[in-house]
T-cell receptor
Framework: DAGVIQSPRHEVTEMGQEVTLRCKPI?????LFWYRQTMMRGLELLIY????????DSGMPEDRFSAKMPNASFSTLKIQPSEPRDSAVYFC??????????????FGEGSRLTVL | EDQVTQSPEALRLQEGESSSLNCSYT??????LFWYRQDPGKGPEFLFT???AGEEKEKERLKATLTKKESFLHITAPKPEDSATYLC????????????FGQGTELSVKP
């Protein structure tokens, strides 16, 4: 398996523009997580899904952020409109049944977002 | 509120100089404590899971231990390739599948 695949790897946009980040989890995994990493706040959980259903979105900063998982192999995180304070690295991670006991998450390589 | 605090923020070692990283946690109902390694420009990579006080896990030059309030990641005779940021995370019984991460310790090992 190729692991968790995220796109784009880098995105530079201007304030007010819409940003869409994409994630393909590992095949067969039933949990998908979106994290955001900044120097100031570290790695923060934004939202996670189980079997394509959002379970906890309490970490989503505000209504400008939305996430969807239309099927087991694809998820998006959308920011509209984007602001400079949204600049961060956004990670997607997935986990399968086998990892339920170990709690191991498999992370993608991240999408580095810069909002000017 | 569940909290995870790691120290030090950064650690510089000479090759072969053993040391320890600390992860203190304040949570209600610890289900598991996890250590991850993160290389620059990469996503975190899983190292260990610890479930109960007194438990220890080892992998090459790394050994993780757990008490009721904190975890230590001991690095014995480190090599330059051990340089990375080490992240600690906790999972609680009342928060489902989510992991709460600490800020990390950036380890640099010089030859």
């Amino acid at each position: 398996d190729a692991g968790v695949i995220q796109s784009p790897r880098h995105e530079v946009t201007e304030m007010g523009q819409e940003v869409t980040l994409r994630c393909k989890p590992i095949s067969g995994h039933d949990y998908l997580f979106w994290y955001r990493q900044t120097m100031m706040r570290g790695l923060e959980l934004l939202i996670y899904f189980n079997n394509n259903v959002p379970i906890d979105d309490s970490g989503m900063p505000e209504d400008r952020f939305s996430a969807k998982m239309p099927n087991a192999s694809f998820s998006t995180l959308k920011i509209q409109p984007s602001e400079p304070r949204d600049s961060a690295v956004y990670f997607c991670a997935s986990r399968g049944v086998e990892e339920a006991n170990t709690g191991e998450l498999f992370f993608g390589e991240g999408s580095r977002l810069t909002v000017l | 509120e569940d909290q995870v605090t790691q120290s030090p923020e950064a650690l510089r070692l000479q090759e072969g100089e053993s040391s320890s990283l600390n992860c203190s946690y304040t949570v209600s109902g610890l289900r598991g404590l996890f250590w991850y390694r993160q290389d620059p420009g990469k996503g975190p990579e899983f190292l260990f899971t610890l479930y109960s006080a007194g438990e220890e896990k080892e992998k090459e030059r790394l050994k993780a231990t757990l008490t009721k309030k904190e975890s230590f990641l001991h690095i014995t005779a480190p090599k330059p390739e051990d340089s990375a940021t080490y992240l600690c995370a906790v999972q609680t019984y009342n928060q489902g599948g989510k992991l709460i991460f600490g800020q990390g310790t950036e380890l640099s090992v010089k030859p």
